[in-house]
């Protein structure tokens, strides 16, 4: 852990492309004010780590992991809080998360069946996350109208299913035709929100 008391071991997962967007300077924000504040840090760019995105056989058959994939089992292992920053792309996540999630979250690994049993055991607890979002549909829209599917699939139905909670999201938007002085203050509700682990 970092030096100070209540330090956490903070991994921060930039869930597209990790260079040149305005979500990878959200997440290069966060990790830099975690680190600040005394925290741990880990930063895993998704399109910089070799992997199959595909799960070609769901959980019938074992589809082995890439060692990229096993560092990132053993960072998530490691962290007690993790941070996702992704856009919002057609209402959902990205093709590259969705990915990444198919394949590292796995049974015995993120949850467990139990036999006789509807849901599964929660194999991740004790972890929080932040989602640092961005997107071109206005925030309110996005919730109100179309019931924010993006942040539902990854906070109730894929991190909290697996123990992760609290789940916290900072929604940025719209990026399109965003100014400077606004991009600034997401920047900063992003240091800001790392300074809440």
Same mark, same amino acid.
């Given at each position: 852990?970092?030096?100070?008391t209540g330090a956490k071991r903070v991994l921060v997962i930039a869930a597209h492309a990790s260079d040149g967007t305005f979500g990878s300077a959200l997440a290069q924000a966060y990790a830099q004010a975690a680190g600040q504040a005394g925290h741990e840090v880990r930063v895993l760019a998704l399109d910089q780590i070799a992997f199959d995105?595909?799960?070609?056989?769901?959980?019938?058959?074992?589809?082995?992991?890439?060692?990229?994939?096993?560092?990132?089992?053993?960072?998530?292992?490691?962290?007690?809080?993790?941070?996702?920053?992704? +856009? @919002?792309?057609?209402?959902?996540?990205?093709?590259? &998360?969705?990915?990444? %999630? !198919?394949?590292?979250?796995?049974?015995?690994?993120?949850?467990?069946?139990?036999?006789?049993?509807?849901?599964?055991?929660?194999?991740?607890?004790?972890?929080?996350?932040?989602?640092?979002?961005?997107?071109?549909?206005?925030?309110?829209?996005?919730?109100?109208?179309?019931?924010?599917?993006?942040?539902?699939?990854?906070?109730?139905?894929?991190?909290?299913?697996?123990?992760?909670? +609290? @789940?916290?999201?900072?929604?940025?938007?719209?990026? &399109?035709?965003?100014? %400077? !002085?606004?991009?600034?203050?997401?920047?900063?509700?992003?240091?800001?929100?790392?300074?809440?682990?």
């Amino acid at each position: 852990m970092g030096g100070k008391t209540g330090a956490k071991r903070v991994l921060v997962i930039a869930a597209h492309a990790s260079d040149g967007t305005f979500g990878s300077a959200l997440a290069q924000a966060y990790a830099q004010a975690a680190g600040q504040a005394g925290h741990e840090v880990r930063v895993l760019a998704l399109d910089q780590i070799a992997f199959d995105p595909i799960l070609h056989h769901g959980y019938k058959v074992v589809q082995e992991l890439e060692p990229d994939l096993k560092k990132a089992q053993e960072s998530i292992t490691w962290a007690n809080h993790l941070v996702f920053a992704f +856009p @919002v792309w057609w209402g959902g996540i990205p093709a590259l &998360l969705k990915g990444f %999630l !198919d394949r590292v979250m796995l049974p015995g690994f993120a949850f467990k069946y139990q036999k006789g049993k509807a849901f599964p055991a929660k194999l991740l607890g004790g972890r929080s996350a932040h989602l640092l979002v961005t997107m071109d549909t206005p925030p309110w829209y996005y919730r109100l109208v179309y019931r924010a599917p993006a942040i539902r699939q990854m906070k109730t139905t894929t991190l909290e299913f697996c123990g992760i909670t +609290p @789940v916290t999201t900072l929604h940025c938007g719209p990026i &399109l035709d965003s100014t %400077l !002085d606004k991009r600034s203050a997401w920047l900063d509700r992003a240091r800001a929100m790392a300074g809440t682990i």
